[in-house]
């Protein structure tokens, strides 16, 4: 998390209080224990609460990640199949197979499905299959016999796989449907229940087929709607956005989304198409929210900046022009009354009757979860249990019988997929986070590289007098000089004045802290604005940072004593060196010295 020098302060925030959404149905008055969509029997609140609350207890708990595992570059993509087995992609083509345990998973396969980035995913019902799409229009199709062994099918289209597993196919796709979208088709999904296919473009229209002659919407299914003018499913087009998943719920009656660059979360009716929830994830509805103290979780303001800066770079195209967010996805927990998705402050597990955050996973964590897949069942036991052992009070064969639900999810620029559960993170240092892959040649050379002298001010002399006619000026000098900029920020700032050069030291002129000065005319409403670092109010130092983008979240909490007025492709070149996680610069950035004018 952010340094404490930084403006991190006490959290008050409540995991469970509400969170200012807006719906398109009538809110949920409902207590804090109401968690789930359940009828209510005459007199049995009781007994209803508890049924909630066992259905929320079928989630992942604790709010730090368990444990990780590595792939060897970044991981995009994690699915869990009815077959227990969770499958993980990244973007070097690579895909590894792991085994729901007992409690945890074991590794079983890896191998490499393709050349390219792989940019798209899907698991059959009944998890026997396996489908993986690449950057170069290459789908493969994997199936998995008891044994693990998978058998790979390769044709230029999803829809085109060979008929026989264990071969490869022959390039020709079974069908080409060609009036159905008017823009590159880039998700879908199937519901078993409706024999029907969600499909959206990247125009932000939505489309209802069925995946047989004639490829139109459905005739057959009673409630289903007939024109799409009354349905809300113009809602993407009219918003100007693209949905980056369609999600059905476990009987498919619903369907939740999560749409850039608008970031909506979007629950729609399955046959109806009506839009029954909606919750503004934007950016300006963030920053509302932190500024007015109101959001699910105070994030302290430095951090909140970092945070900021890592959702605007979600939505521009990396190194390999893809666009991470398309990688952001929602999903439901098994009884449809939950729906999880990542967001800025953490992961969160929405009520959508109640319209309550009820658990907030990860929020502590420096990084930021996109795409997640959960698990809530009981692996498959080959032993049989008699009446006898089910009776038992022996709490070992309890613990075998125990759920263990896990949620596994990806993160920005990480080649790890992480691990919620209902136990306890290991405390030690470093246990959490298996190196199950070679370190790579540039975090080798990080590794044996050769320490840099230790940053500080300069040696020389620290102090001059200046003699005038009407008497002496004594001044400090020096102070910043050789002092690091040991924090950078892309899209937020870059942070130095701190003699120590890792965020923990600094004094000021006076050889003590000093307290804010603000003003009404002076804002952070512009780039490039220089400002005192801190740790809560009055406690300034010599720590300062310089601004990239408005910030105006930090109004009234730093004090304001300039603005760079030249050199900003300097400061933008700060700006853009590489860091390490702690945002430090793997090259130290010095300041020579500094001339008063």
Request: charged residues 25%; negative net charge; hydrophobic residues 35%.
């Amino acid at each position: 998390m952010a340094d404490p020098v930084l403006g991190k302060r006490a959290r008050d925030g409540d995991d469970d209080k509400p969170e200012n959404v807006t719906n398109d149905a009538q809110n949920g008055d409902d207590s804090d224990d109401d968690v789930g969509p359940m009828p209510m029997p005459a007199g049995d609140e009781g007994g209803l609460k508890k049924k909630r609350k066992a259905l929320l207890g079928a989630s992942p708990e604790y709010r730090p990640y368990y444990k990780s595992f590595m792939h060897r570059d970044t991981v995009n993509f994690v699915v869990v199949t009815k077959t227990d087995f969770i499958i993980t992609t990244s973007v070097d083509g690579h895909l590894k197979l792991w085994k729901k345990q007992d409690n945890g998973i074991e590794f079983v396969k890896h191998y490499r499905a393709h050349v390219t980035p792989v940019i798209s995913v899907s698991a059959s019902a009944d998890g026997q299959l396996f489908a993986t799409v690449s950057e170069d229009g290459t789908a493969k199709v994997s199936i998995y016999d008891q044994h693990y062994q998978p058998w790979l099918q390769t044709t230029l289209m999803l829809l085109g796989t060979s008929k026989r597993p264990g071969t490869r196919g022959a390039n020709t796709p079974l069908e080409i449907i060609e009036n159905l979208h008017r823009f590159p088709v880039h998700v879908m999904t199937y519901s078993d229940r409706y024999d029907t296919v969600i499909s959206a473009d990247e125009g932000g229209f939505v489309e209802y087929w069925q995946p047989i002659e004639p490829f139109t919407l459905p005739k057959n299914v009673p409630g289903m709607w007939s024109f799409k003018s009354e349905t809300d499913l113009y809602e993407f087009k009219k918003s100007k956005s693209i949905p980056t998943c369609i999600t059905l719920s476990p009987d498919s009656s619903s369907f939740v989304t999560f749409s850039l660059p608008d970031r909506q979360i979007r629950v729609f009716s399955f046959l109806t198409g009506k839009l029954t929830r909606k919750y503004d994830e934007s950016l300006t509805a963030i920053q509302e929210m932190q500024q007015a103290g109101t959001a699910v979780y105070k994030v302290e303001d430095m951090e909140f900046g970092r945070r900021l800066a890592t959702e605007r770079e979600l939505e521009l195209p990396g190194p390999d022009g893809l666009i991470p967010g398309h990688w952001s996805n929602a999903v439901w927990d098994e009884s449809g009354a939950f729906i999880l998705y990542p967001s800025l402050l953490g992961i969160k597990v929405l009520n959508i009757v109640t319209n309550r955050v009820v658990r907030l996973l990860g929020k502590d964590e420096a990084i930021r979860f996109l795409n997640i897949s959960i698990y809530q069942g009981a692996p498959a036991k080959r032993s049989v249990t008699t009446m006898a052992m089910a009776a038992s009070a022996n709490p070992i064969l309890a613990d075998k019988a125990q759920r263990d639900p896990n949620m596994f999810c990806t993160a920005y620029k990480r080649p790890r997929f992480y691990i919620f559960t209902r136990s306890e993170p290991d405390n030690k240092e470093g246990e959490r986070d298996v190196f199950n892959e070679r370190p790579t040649r540039e975090e080798q050379n990080i590794a044996s590289a050769a320490p840099i002298a230790s940053s500080g001010p300069s040696p020389l002399a620290n102090s001059a007098t200046i003699h005038t006619t009407l008497g002496d000026i004594h001044m400090r000098l020096g102070y910043f000089e050789g002092v690091i900029f040991h924090r950078v920020i892309p899209k937020f700032m870059i942070q130095t004045g701190d003699p120590l050069g890792d965020g923990t030291g600094g004094d000021s002129i006076w050889g003590r802290e000093f307290e804010d000065e603000f003003s009404d005319d002076l804002k952070h409403d512009r780039p490039y604005t220089v400002s005192m670092a801190n740790a809560g109010p009055g406690t300034n130092g010599s720590q300062f940072f310089i601004t990239t983008t408005t910030t105006p979240w930090l109004d009234k909490k730093h004090t304001i004593f300039g603005r760079v007025i030249s050199g900003l492709e300097v400061v933008h070149a700060i700006e853009n060196v590489k860091t390490n996680k702690g945002d430090k610069p793997f090259e130290d950035i010095k300041i020579v010295n500094i001339d008063v004018e």
